[in-house]
């Protein structure tokens, strides 16, 4: 199974920061990879797919780069909404993979 | 807009199986771009994926589950489920049905995800 690891596990930043996060892969993956976010007692939503495609309805703050092994989610100005947990998921082959997540805390 | 609805018990005995539904609604089952299927999150843990259907019957599964797990479609109820046998604790966790979508170009992505139900295994 290809393996994720996302990078951090936990980050504190404050309201209008730039806050990156990345995945690595342990294999290509192309660019099949996605970015969710789950916010405490709910299901996690789709915020780009495919490395850098914006799913319909998130804010264009939300951006995706990378290829092959590696890949990054930017926010580019933290907003208070999005302090939640964040992760990658590689859709290259099965099985589907996540990294472990980053929880994004206010600082 | 599609929806999608987990159902099942919340408490299941060890060693006993594990069965949950998932109600589609806003859409239908036998979309030939839809794959269905089921992710699980342990508490203050990450997410797992658990595996995968098509309407067509063509299954995928975790290799850590597969001897254990089967998932199944019904098209006249716009369904699809999960059967997880001989349970542990170790398969407590929060269950979420999703629909993973194929899009142009050979690109896959899940969009979808009902609520997530908890089940808890436990005598």
């Known amino acids: 199974a290809i393996q994720m690891t996302q990078s951090p596990s936990s980050l504190s930043a404050s309201v209008g920061d730039r806050v990156t996060i990345t995945c690595r892969a342990s294999?290509?993956?192309?660019?099949?990879l996605g970015w969710y976010q789950q916010k405490p007692g709910e299901a996690p939503k789709l915020l780009i797919y495919a490395v850098s495609n914006l799913q319909s309805g998130v804010p264009s703050r939300f951006s995706g780069s990378g290829s092959g092994t590696d890949f990054t989610l930017t926010i580019s100005s933290l907003q208070p909404e999005d302090f939640a947990t964040y992760f990658c998921?590689?859709?290259?082959?099965?099985?589907?993979?996540f990294g472990g997540g980053t929880k994004v805390e206010i600082k | 807009q599609l929806q999608l609805q987990e159902s099942g018990p919340g408490l299941v005995k060890p060693s006993e199986t594990l069965s949950l539904s998932c109600t589609v609604s806003g859409g239908s089952i036998s979309s030939s771009s839809s794959y269905w299927g089921w992710i699980r999150q342990p508490p203050g843990k990450g997410l797992e994926w658990i595996g995968t259907?098509?309407?067509?019957?063509?299954?995928y599964y975790d290799p850590s589950l597969k001897s254990r797990v089967t998932m199944s479609v019904d098209t006249s109820k716009n369904q699809f489920s999960l059967k997880l046998t001989s349970v542990t604790a170790a398969d407590t966790a929060v269950y979420y049905c999703?629909?993973?979508?194929?899009?142009?170009?050979?690109?896959?992505?899940?969009?979808?995800w009902g609520q997530g139900t908890l089940v808890t295994v436990s005598s």
């Open positions: 294999q290509d993956i192309r660019n099949d």
């Open positions: 259907i098509h309407y067509g019957g063509s299954t």
């Open positions: 999703t629909r993973r979508h194929r899009a142009g170009s050979g690109i896959y992505y899940i969009d979808y």
């Open positions: 998921l590689q859709d290259f082959n099965y099985p589907l993979t």
